[in-house]
């Protein structure tokens, strides 16, 4: 079920950022009317607020455009770790998990199969996912695992944008 909602979701993220763009918003965070709109929107009393804006700094510390922060479908993916964001840049939409622990994220390793045209992603280290999870996308997703970022995009030229932030 899950990973039913992860593509449907990937499906309308694509829609609300093409409709930011149409209504020529460019500046970080929404206006209130569309906020009131789209209740995905990340506010300050979401757990994951913080983190999400430290995240946004470092992304226009990097050259990035940060059009709008929302709540993630990967809230609770792995055991334990409640909190994520889901970024639109100006390069590329992403999402990220922030784990509590200063190293985190780069305790995970992530296996990929093919079968057919999908594309089958699981995921061993601790915390594990919740059991029966994994990613199912029919395209490649791209996943940086940085100190306590997890980051995950299915687009190569924001994968090797943020590579090159990191490095």
């Not at 009317?33 to 506010?43: C, I």
């Not at 998990?97 to 190293?103: A, D, K, L, W, Y």
């Not at 999908?118 to 940085?146: A, E, K, V, W």
Request: glycine fraction near 6%; proline fraction near 5%; include cysteine.
């Amino acid at each position: 079920m899950k990973l039913f909602l992860l593509l449907c979701l990937s499906a309308a993220d694509c829609f609300l950022g093409l409709s930011t763009v149409l209504l020529g918003i460019s500046h970080f965070g929404p206006l209130p009317a569309l906020q009131a709109e789209d209740a995905s929107l990340m506010r300050p009393s979401d757990i994951a607020y913080a983190d999400a804006m430290k995240f946004v700094q470092f992304l226009q510390e990097h050259e990035f455009t940060v059009r709008s922060v929302h709540r993630s479908k990967l809230e609770s993916f792995f055991r334990g770790v409640e909190k994520a964001a889901l970024i639109k840049t100006d390069k590329g939409i992403l999402e990220v998990i922030f784990f509590s622990e200063p190293t985190g994220a780069e305790r995970i390793r992530v296996s990929e199969q093919r079968e057919a045209s999908r594309y089958l992603y699981s995921f061993q280290g601790q915390p594990n996912p919740q059991p029966g999870d994994g990613m199912d996308s029919n395209r490649p997703r791209y996943f940086i695992m940085h100190l306590s970022w997890f980051i995950v995009t299915n687009d190569m030229e924001l994968y090797t944008a943020l590579k090159k932030a990191f490095s």
